[in-house]
């Protein structure tokens, strides 16, 4: 599995290398990005630390690398600023996204290569993705609520002094203000969330707002993600190149589920080495299921804006 990082200098790009190279199951990093001497600098740093971690080759280089990968993770792109939604970052992100699909396309694609967008506004952009790009739906995704999801229950691990990864619970929709917690689907160690000891309605919802919140949190206190964003991009790129099928809530082309249509949002997901093979539908509560039509709604009319 030979993975490419459009972006790799950056924050983002950077950590989610690190987390690669942490798992040790992807064969290459390959970083590309406009900051030559940053993105090298990185490569760098990665490649001296790969005797205590796996037998990778880890490089930088320029697009063309691209082409002999079977992931290609694009996080270039500008970062909101800490009053800015995701969504306000359209302006300033969709021309230089375009260029960087302009690149992509020119050099081409391996088949079969997966495109993962994780640049905000990522629903936005992962639509643009397989649009100008051209490949089939199921080969394009966006990181989506991933990182969303994560920050959920590891937030509701440490209110609840649980292990992280005993709390189930998925976060829907658009990676943005309207993101949409699934608390009918929550549990801890299988057991309902809400018959949880020491659970109840305003730890639940305090841990929603925090969870709403993290994002720009993050950016106000260190500029912005970067550690939970990298090791939420290497989840879903192990999930890929082990082809281990997991449910996971990445953004893609919706064709029904849940009534979203053409439009890129987050919801259940079976992903494997040919990328997206099922959304899941599950009835929902009336209200998540009412927000969940909204964020879609939210996506598609931005969509339409920026595509006319
Ligand atoms: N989907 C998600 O859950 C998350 C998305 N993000 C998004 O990821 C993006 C990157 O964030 P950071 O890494 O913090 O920013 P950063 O500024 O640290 O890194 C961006 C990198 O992109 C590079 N770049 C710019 N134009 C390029 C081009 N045409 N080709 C190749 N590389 C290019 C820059 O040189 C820079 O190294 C932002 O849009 C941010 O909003 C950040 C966190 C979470
Ligand atoms: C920047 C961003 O999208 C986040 O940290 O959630």
């Not at 800490?82 to 300033?92: T, V, Y």
């Not at 021309?95 to 699909?101: A, S, T, V």
């Not at 991933?146 to 649980?162: C, F, H, K, N, P």
């Not at 709390?167 to 990676?175: A, F, N, P, W």
């Amino acid at each position: 599995m030979n993975v490419s990082i459009i972006g790799g200098g950056g924050l983002v790009g950077s950590c989610a290398a690190f987390a690669l190279q942490a798992g040790g199951i992807v064969r290459e990093i390959a970083l590309v990005d406009v900051n030559q001497d940053l993105v090298e600098g990185q490569a760098l740093d990665l490649l001296h630390g790969s005797s205590l971690t796996a037998d990778q080759k880890i490089y930088a280089g320029g697009t063309e690398l691209v082409k002999d990968s079977d992931v290609i993770v694009i996080t270039a792109g500008l970062r909101r600023k800490p009053d800015e939604s995701r969504l306000d970052l359209i302006n300033r992100n969709v021309e230089l996204f375009k260029g960087i699909l302009a690149d992509v396309k020119r050099v081409g694609t391996k088949p079969g290569a997966i495109v993962f967008v994780v640049s905000n506004p990522v629903d936005v952009l992962t639509y643009l993705a397989m649009k100008e790009l051209g490949l089939p739906p199921q080969q394009v995704i966006g990181l989506g609520t991933v990182l969303d999801t994560t920050r959920l229950r590891s937030m509701l691990a440490a209110r609840l002094d649980v292990p992280p990864t005993q709390v189930s619970t998925l976060i829907l929709g658009e990676h943005g203000d309207s993101m949409v917690p699934i608390w009918s689907a929550a549990q801890i160690g299988g057991l309902p969330l809400d018959k949880f000891p020491g659970a109840n309605p305003s730890l639940i919802a305090e841990v929603e707002k925090k969870t709403r919140g993290s994002g720009a949190e993050v950016i106000k206190k260190k500029g912005g993600a970067g550690f939970a964003v990298g090791v939420s991009i290497a989840d879903v790129v192990h999930c890929i190149a082990l082809d281990q099928r997991r449910i996971l809530p990445v953004s893609s082309l919706q064709n029904g589920a849940f009534g979203l249509r053409d439009v890129c949002i987050s919801v259940p997901t079976v992903m494997g080495r040919s990328g997206v093979m099922q959304h899941l539908e599950i009835e929902l509560w009336p209200k998540e299921q009412m927000a969940l039509t909204q964020s879609g709604k939210v996506l598609r009319e931005t969509v339409d804006k920026v595509l006319g």
